[in-house]
């Protein structure tokens, strides 16, 4: 009954990683490398397809940390539907092949896996390297790269910050 959760895990952490890279990708080694998850409490229902973590979540495989409060897996019939990590904040941070650090944090992600889609929710934040992206809320298309922020509680104002790579020779 254990080795199953296992493998959602690491599903998990895959899709959780590609919803932070831009222009640079997570370290290719970090998929190979063991998971580890500590929690308060887990809750596996092999039948229903579920997997939940409560208390003090964290997951790390290689540079990738992911910390939250809670953490729900749905997957019937070992097919991975959805993924919802809750915390104040809910927090993943991860080494780039560039060598640069990607990190976000939200009170809310979700990744809706079949339309490669990661959301967050409640004071959201994304940033690489020194580029910053904030709203209460924000959806990242994994496979295209395209965001789509605000519209949703508070003001519903985006923030952006970013630093040009391009500098021109003097």
């Not at 998971?35 to 997997?51: C, H, N, P, R």
């Not at 789509?148 to 021109?168: E, I, L, M, Q, W």
Request: glycine share 8%; with cysteine.
């Amino acid at each position: 009954m254990c080795a199953q959760p296992t493998k959602l895990n690491k599903w998990l952490l895959c899709l959780l990683l590609a919803g932070m890279t831009s222009s640079a990708y997570a370290l290719k080694t970090d998929v190979a490398a063991p998971v580890q998850i500590e929690a308060d409490s887990a809750v596996f229902d092999k039948l229903a397809g579920t997997a939940s973590y409560d208390g003090n979540v964290s997951i790390i495989q290689g540079s990738l940390e992911i910390r939250a409060a809670h953490i729900e897996i749905n997957a019937p019939n070992n097919e991975i539907i959805s993924i919802i990590a809750t915390g104040t904040p809910v927090s993943l941070k991860q080494k780039m092949d560039n060598g640069k650090l990607a990190s976000g944090k939200a009170r809310e992600m979700q990744y809706l896996v079949k339309e490669k889609r990661l959301i967050l929710n409640g004071d959201a934040e994304l940033l690489q390297d020194q580029d910053r992206f904030t709203s209460n809320h924000i959806e990242y298309l994994t496979d295209t790269g395209q965001l789509k922020a605000g519209g949703k509680g508070k003001t519903g104002r985006v923030s952006a910050v970013f630093y040009p790579t391009n500098k021109t020779a003097e």
